[in-house]
Nanobody, 120 residues
Framework: QVQLVESGGGLVQPGGSLRLSCAAS????????MGWYRQAPGKERELVAV???????NYADAVKGRVTISRDDAKNTVLLQMNSLKPEDTAVYYC??????????????WGQGTQVTVSS
């Protein structure tokens, strides 16, 4: 089993910044694609940003230019730096990881989510 634990959410004013962190632990042989998703009240979960094991990045149009995803494979961590935050960024942010366990098995795991609220 693999656990993903997010941290770094909170309340921030419009225009502010937050950095989300997600630490993976457990039966990990290799972390493949990792990403961040978000879900606002009454809306479906949507992709925010993903990063591959080769450090290729992809961002949702709504956050391009304001968000940077990065990973630290030595610490099994993925980070999401969010700048110029807007009220519409308010959501629960979820970490996602595609993990290989060394026996040829790949599974996708989700974190429990961290609340981000952008409000004055």
């Amino acid at each position: 089993q693999v656990q993903l634990v997010e941290s770094g959410g909170g309340l921030v004013q419009p225009g502010g910044s937050l950095r989300l962190s997600c630490a993976a632990s457990g039966n990990i042989f290799r972390l493949n694609r990792m990403g961040w998703y978000r879900q606002a009240p009454g809306k479906e979960r949507e992709l925010v940003a993903v990063i591959t094991s080769g450090n290729n990045r992809n961002y949702a149009d709504a956050v391009k230019g304001r968000v940077t995803i990065s990973r630290d494979d030595a610490k099994n961590t993925v980070l999401l730096q969010m700048n110029s935050l807007k009220p519409e960024d308010t959501a629960v942010y979820y970490c996602n990881a595609d993990v290989s366990n060394g026996l040829g098995v790949r599974r996708t795991y989700w974190g429990q989510g961290t609340q981000v609220t952008v409000s004055s």
